[in-house]
């Protein structure tokens, strides 16, 4: 009966959040406007919009765009055209074109043929070999139109003057030698911070190919489950993503559209269902077993399906072909789509929160902490909520305690999952902002992080950044940051001592690097450009975690035994690794 009552309330707040989109649709968008911030769910939206007035055309190079956009006005107006490459044996050119409205898309999409037989079409690599079962998706490519019949040959016509195509070589990250030559042709440390932030965020055609990869999913499964709601989180819409990062989507089937939930509130008649099986977790297992090989066997793109069903949060991992994208789908997991939505408040609240975080990431990649697989190593989103703790218990604080947040809730920010987990905060920017006095500049900020957690202790405290203080920690965990929406999780439990010890030892020694770097600033215009210094040489790792005498400026350089005396006396037991070459 409480589960029942659970998803009731569940459905009952999704659907406010339905209402409340439809009513931000009729005419609330001023409101926003005024506020001058996009809120989360404004942001989600508006990019779910774009991506149904969107699709993706494989095409044979660049030089085809005159002619695909002369051929795809005929069902509507473009407004924008990218054009991006993936790699391959020959690299596969892409054309995104998004129409002024989803019904001119829809109708080039339905206009699509499914025999591709006809073309004598060879170089789709990426699944249009005309072999398989068709399937309605924004995918498609552009046939030679001789193989399309004569009728639909036609010549650029003077009103189809073409629209400047943006160009963009991908998503991939951009190579590191030219990242590093435009650190160094930087004026500063804290032009060094913004520089990195600007060109290894994920850009906007990221965004679009991520939200593509979503509706994709929820294309397919529209006809039997017509609430289906594919919806994208993590990194790719929290604003903390860089060129290149996976796509998190979680896939709810009750997650209304927005019309035809405010329908469905008023109407009579209800859906009959089958009842679920008494065991959530092996229901949803099972259902995630059957769309991944949904998803394996019709959906083009979709390649290299692995199920990750036994852990915490089951999930579907598969990498999509026609947009260079890896993706992670679970099913279960609303709590972490909630919980982007508070890295992304934190992230508008203060203009050095995202450039302080890219940066401390990028540095603890580089000095090897962090690592793409998982493991006994702190991932990237522990890493960020250490960033976060920190500007929340400055003595100026940059941002607010997650308390102050829920606090300040409306009604309508009330969020409960199905299983009963309270997401509820405050949602409008205005409430949450505060006018921090904190004047600090991103270098000064990067310096104090480093010195802040070289300082704290890991061994007794317990971060919280619902509290914006330390607590006494709970348990043995080497560290522990409480999840700030499912309070009993530590989120970095995954992390060993050994690796708790190495964050210990990186940051001090990147303390001292750029506390050198700081008061090292006088090279000269040439100087700047000819060596390394700056954020180049907090990044400069050649042999990632390896403790050598002279590595760095300051003969201060933290060494193990130092490390242990230091330890013994904060009453550590922990016993430092001799040598962590092999960690
Ligand atoms: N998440 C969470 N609790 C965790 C791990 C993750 O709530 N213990 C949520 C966070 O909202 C996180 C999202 O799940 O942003 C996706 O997790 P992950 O992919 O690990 O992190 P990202 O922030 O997406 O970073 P990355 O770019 O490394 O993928
Ligand atoms: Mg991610």
Known sequence: MNTLMRRAQHLHHWRTYCIKQCAAV???????????????EELIDSRHQQAERSIVVQVSSEKSYNE??????????????????????DELHYMLLEYANANEATAAIDSSAYNAELSGHSSVSAGGSGSGVP??????????????????????SANHKPLPLTTVAGTRPLAQDHLHTLLRSAESIE???????????????????????ALQVQQAIAGMFPEARAQPFGSSVNGFGKMGCDLDLILRFDGATTAQSERQLMSRLVYHTKENLSNGRSQTQRQMECIGDLLHLFLPGVCHVRRILQARVPIIKYHHEHLDLEVDLSMSNLTGFYMSELLYMFGELDPRVRPLTFSIRRWAQSCGLTNPSPGRWISNFSL?????YFLQQLRQPILPSISAMVKTAASTDIRITEDGINCTFARD???????????????????????FYSQFDFHNRAISLNEARALSKPDHSAMYIVNPLEQLLNVSKNVSLEECERLRIEVRNAAWILESEVENSTLTEQERNEQSWGLLNLFKHPEKAVIRPNMFFKPRMVEVSDLFEKSQLNGSTTTPPINYKNA
């Open 68 to 89: 695909l956009y002369n051929y795809c006005s005929r069902f509507g107006r473009i407004v924008t055209a990218h054009h991006y490459t993936v790699p391959h044996e």
């Open 191 to 213: 032009q060094q911070l913004q520089l990195l932030y600007e060109h290894t965020r994920l850009n906007d055609l990221g965004v679009r190919m991520r939200f593509l990869a």
């Open 384 to 388: 960020s909520c250490l960033v976060m």
């Open 429 to 451: 920017m205005e409430r949450v902002s505060f006018a921090s006095r904190n004047t600090s500049s991103l270098s000064e900020l990067l310096l104090q992080f480093f010195e």
């Open 26 to 40: 009729a005419g609330n968008e001023a409101t926003a406007a005024a506020k001058g911030k996009t809120s989360y």
């Open 135 to 156: 399937v309605r998706s924004p995918f498609l490519w552009f046939r030679a139109a001789a193989a399309a019949g004569k009728r639909n040959q036609s010549k650029l």
